[in-house]
């Protein structure tokens, strides 16, 4: 996948993320799910995705950060996971490492197999998407 395209799918998440957390209000822990019938292989990536979003992003400057899984160039399956995470900007380092904890948690366990997730909450947001490659 070229650097554009994978630069407008971090994009597309982040939008669909944004949109997905106006439609749930912001003390809800309760994740939008959409679609089904993941792999277990995208299971597997999407695990890896949201470990490394809840331990990286409160490192970041401005918490705020994005990846992909499997990395570019990999031959593992066609499928990939896309992931965004953030945190408001006035949380300390340990805050939104915890709120990050919750969306992660929140995630994994309500949006089992799904295509795409988002999760909105005071302090952060969390969201993934699979892409056939």
């Known amino acids: 996948m070229n650097l ?3 630069k407008l799918l971090t994009l597309v998440v982040v939008v669909v993320a944004a949109a997905a957390g106006t439609l749930i209000e912001e003390t809800s822990a309760a ?3 959409l679609g089904t019938g993941a792999s277990a292989d995208f299971e597997a990536y999407k695990a ?3 470990d490394e979003l809840a331990n990286v992003t409160p490192t970041m ?3 705020s950060y994005s990846t992909k899984f499997p990395p570019p160039g990999s031959t593992a399956a066609p499928e990939a996971v896309y992931g965004s ?3 408001t900007p006035d949380v300390g380092d340990s805050a939104c490492a915890s709120c990050l904890i ?3 948690l929140s995630l994994a366990q309500s949006c089992a197999f799904a295509l795409y997730g988002a999760v ?3 302090q952060c947001t969390m969201s993934f998407i699979a892409v056939v490659e």
């Open 31 to 33: 994740p939008n799910c």
């Open 120 to 122: 909105t909450l005071p």
């Open 48 to 50: 890896h995705v949201l």
């Open 85 to 87: 995470a953030s945190c």
């Open 61 to 63: 400057e401005g918490y």
């Open 4 to 6: 554009s395209l994978q």
């Open 102 to 104: 919750g969306a992660k």
